[in-house]
Nanobody, 129 residues
Framework: QVQLVESGGGSVQVGGSLRLSCVAS????????MGWFRQIPDKEREGVAG???????SYADSVKGRFTISVDAAKNTLYLQMNNLRPEDAAMYYC????????????????????????WGLGTQVTVS
């Protein structure tokens, strides 16, 4: 079983940048899907970006060109570089990992928000003003 801890959130001005980190500990995984998701109060969680062990990535249309997802396998860490932040990016951000990887990264990202609260960690808060 893999445990995930998100960090790196904070308060930034519009147009600013943040880099989120998600450290994975526990079982070593090789073929996987990993992703970032976000949620604001009273709204459903949504997929932000996903990455597969073969390096393929998937982004929500709202963050394309501004956010970059990456993995440092040596550090067991997932990152989300967020540039040109907008007020609508403000949310609690969560990471997820699943192994083995799904046949479709896009479908995996779309499905994750359906998971109940006990499948999610504490998250890291991003505020943009």
């Amino acid at each position: 079983q893999v445990q995930l801890v998100e960090s790196g959130g904070g308060s930034v001005q519009v147009g600013g940048s943040l880099r989120l980190s998600c450290v994975a500990s526990g079982d070593t995984i090789s073929r996987y899907c990993m992703g970032w998701f976000r949620q604001i109060p009273d709204k459903e969680r949504e997929g932000v970006a996903g990455i597969e062990s073969d390096g393929s990535t998937s982004y929500a249309d709202s963050v394309k060109g501004r956010f970059t997802i990456s993995v440092d396998a040596a550090k067991n860490t997932l990152y989300l570089q967020m540039n040109n932040l907008r007020p609508e990016d403000a949310a609690m951000y969560y990471c997820r990992v699943e192994s083995p990887a799904w046949a479709s990264l896009r479908l995996w990202v779309a499905y994750q928000p359906r998971l109940p609260p006990n499948h999610w960690g504490l998250g890291t808060q991003v505020t943009v003003s």
